[in-house]
Structures are given as C-alpha cells and as structure tokens.
C-alpha cells in the first residue's frame, strides 16, 4: 500500500468519525456537544484560541497545496 493511499484512508476515517460525533450529537444533545459549541469552548480561552487558528491555518495549507 502506497503512502498515499494511507493518507486517504486515515483522513476518511477521521472524516467518518468526525460525521458519527456529529450525527450523535443531533441524536444525544446532552452527551456528545455539537461542534459549533466545541468551537466555541476553544475559541473563548485565549491560548485555545491561537492553537485553533493555527490549526485552520495548518489544515487550509494541506488541503490547497496539492
């Protein structure tokens, strides 16, 4: 298997993930948070905030680089 078909895997995977956490937090508001409030707790602590923005920042640049 070739790097990058394990790079597609694993961000597939990671993509799955992120859409059951999303689904179940529909599903079960009072156990999983919906993600516009995970966001929103980063986003109110100052340090949070800066690693969050790096992290766009990092993630814009592989996905556009290519």
């Not at 990058?4 to 999983?32: D, F, K, M, Q």
Request: aromatic share 14%.
């Amino acid at each position: 298997m070739s790097s990058s078909t394990l790079s597609y895997v694993v961000w597939t995977l990671i993509l799955a993930y992120a859409l059951v956490l999303w689904g179940l937090s529909y599903l079960r508001p009072r156990t999983v948070a919906h993600p516009s409030q995970v966001v929103g707790k980063l986003a109110t602590h100052p340090v949070a905030r800066v690693v969050l923005v790096l992290g766009f920042m990092w993630l814009g640049w592989h996905t556009f680089a290519r």
